[in-house]
């Protein structure tokens, strides 16, 4: 079975540039999850769905991050418009039944905005 | 409020040797779940193991073992015999039943594990 899928894994932009991130969950998974990893401060989460609907969104940084599931099989981060400090990696992981079960994680996109 | 603490943060060890890995988390619930994950150099996250509140059962796996203690509200991750592939950062993470953190893991900070030949 194919895991998360993340593209593109990774993206070098200039700040105030659009940015636009995918992922596609695992098929059967009902929960998605976007983090952010960077060596200051560590995995955040940013936003996460349940059954293509938003839950959370309180680890969104600001008005420039938004996020879409459109569909059961793909959702989108974007960052409009990116700064520097936007700079880090970015996961998407998928689960069934959020808070039970594990949450399986893409390989991620490394985001650098120069 | 959730919170996971993982007060190691590099632990060396020379191949072969045992490692152990803490986690203590906080939850004022009593249906809660546990888990570990690991990032190796390579930067994915791979999931190792989950554990719910009622299982006290110690889990192995290979050379994994996990020790759960509800009485010291600890989750500990040995690794026997390293070897140089486990070289990784470990994070423990903690899902529990609280309404306004359902579905949400909160991840400890990890643990950096070098392996040296």
């Known amino acids: 079975d194919a895991g998360v899928i993340q593209s593109p894994r990774h993206e070098v932009t200039e700040m105030g540039q659009e940015v636009t991130l995918r992922c596609k969950p695992i098929?059967?998974?009902?929960?998605l999850f976007w983090y952010r990893q960077t060596m200051m401060r560590g995995l955040e989460l940013l936003i996460y769905?349940?059954?293509?609907?938003?839950?959370?969104d309180s680890g969104m940084p600001e008005d420039r991050f938004s996020a879409k599931m459109p569909n059961a099989s793909f959702s989108t981060l974007k960052i409009q418009p990116s700064e520097p400090r936007d700079s880090a990696v970015y996961f998407c992981?998928?689960?069934?039944?959020?808070?039970?079960?594990?949450?399986?994680f893409g390989p991620g996109t490394r985001l650098t905005v120069l | 409020a959730q919170k996971v603490t993982q007060a190691q943060t590099e632990i060396s060890v020379v191949e072969k040797e045992d490692v152990t890995l803490d986690c203590v988390y906080e939850?004022?619930?009593?249906?809660?779940?546990l888990f570990w994950y690991k990032q190796p150099p390579s930067g994915e996250l791979v999931f190792l193991i989950r554990?719910?509140?009622?299982?006290?059962q110690n889990e192995i796996s290979g050379r994994y073992s996990w020790n759960f203690q509800k009485s010291t509200s600890s989750f500990n991750f040995t690794i026997t015999a390293s070897q140089v592939v486990d070289s990784a950062v470990y994070f423990c993470?903690?899902?529990?039943?609280?309404?306004?953190?359902?579905?949400?893991?909160?991840f400890g900070a990890g643990t950096q594990v070098v392996v040296t030949p």
């Open positions: 993470a903690l899902s529990d039943t609280t309404t306004d953190s359902w579905g949400k893991f909160q």
């Open positions: 992981a998928s689960s069934f039944q959020r808070g039970y079960n594990e949450q399986f």
């Open positions: 769905f349940n059954n293509n609907v938003p839950i959370d």
């Open positions: 098929s059967g998974h009902n929960s």
């Open positions: 554990r719910n509140s009622f299982d006290e």
């Open positions: 939850t004022r619930d009593t249906t809660y779940y």
